[in-house]
């Protein structure tokens, strides 16, 4: 299965940042490299897929549940798709944590981002509390159950997963390759309960302190189909470095 790199800039980027992306452009062109995304805040989605021009996926960080109406502030999932994003990342624990997202909420969100014809990146993980609890595992089951029971019928084809424990982003902090390793075979058993052999396609990116300098141990471990980055996509050699490793 090829592996997808996302790319989530969260609230950093201007229009001036998007002329330096040559390097990523070029670690994902060969036959074979990576899929690429890169998820930049809403203002920069339709320069970055017109300057991209097929080369690189382009993605948005959240999407509304409604497809239009009386919402300030908010942007839909067939907005996004007109603005040129085809992935959209739900579920991030910075919306879980500032704006109270659960996970009723991003279920709906699921079910619209699809109906819209996005690809869904769902993020779960752990609380440094829970983990330490030793509830990891039950955690991001239940987050992925419930988010999928909010959503009604989902299309494994349009749906990749993020396992990102809370207390590995942004923090230089990684867990353990093993304990990587146990719970992407653990959601992996989920995802074939959900879904039968229909959600064989369905990848599990590891997402929270990836670095170039990390990226390829991370991608050793069995059943990490991707990465989701956060801090070091916002410099595009490193980002790049992190493409080549997957
Ligand atoms: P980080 O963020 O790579 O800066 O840890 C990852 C994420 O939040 O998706």
Redesign the pocket.
Known sequence: MRRLVVG?W?MNGMASDLGALGPVYEAAAPRGAAEVAICPPATLIAALAGAAAGRIWVGGQDCHAAAKGAHTGEISAPMLIDAGARRV?LG???RRRDRAEDDAAIGAKIAAAQAAGLGVIL?VGETEAERDAGRTGDVVAAQFRAALAAAGPVDPARLDL?Y?PVW????GRVPAMADIAAVHALLAREIAGAFGAAGQGVRILY?????GANAAEIFAVPGVGGA??????LKPEEFARIIRAA
């Open positions: 989530n969260k990342i991030h624990s910075e993020c993020a990102e590995a982003i942004g923090t997402g929270g302190s990836v670095t989701l980055v956060g801090g070091a996509s």
